[in-house]
Nanobody, 121 residues
């Protein structure tokens, strides 16, 4: 069992930066791939970024590649999403999730409650 709590969301102007954190509890956290997903109003939830259990493999949606960076610190049971050059279209609720394999989205079994990111133009 893994519990996830996101933080770091907020309101930022276009071009700005935010860093999201996802704190995990549970002894098996380090064995899971971790992912960030987002859902904008009226849209389906979409994949943003994922990282393997060791942190050596990372994956990004095309829409955020080059602007966002996912990382994890297994000693702190925390995964991060550094978001730079934010755009208004990045506005969404951001969720972290724990799963079996980074790009096997149906294997993400544990989800946080989400944190709101709003980018003003």
């Amino acid at each position: 069992q893994v519990q996830l709590v996101e933080s770091g969301g907020g309101l930022v102007q276009a071009g700005g930066s935010l860093r999201l954190s996802c704190a995990a509890s549970g002894r098996t956290y380090s064995l899971y791939a971790m992912g960030w997903f987002r859902q904008a109003p009226g849209k389906e939830r979409e994949f943003v970024a994922a990282i393997g259990w060791s942190g050596s493999s990372t994956y990004y949606a095309d829409s955020v590649k080059g602007r966002f960076t996912i990382s994890r610190d297994n000693a702190k049971n925390t995964v991060y999403l550094q978001m730079n050059s934010l755009k208004p279209e990045d506005t969404a609720v951001y969720y972290c999730a724990a799963g079996g394999r980074p790009l096997s989205f149906d294997e993400y079994a544990y989800w946080g409650q989400g944190t709101q990111v709003t980018v003003s133009s």
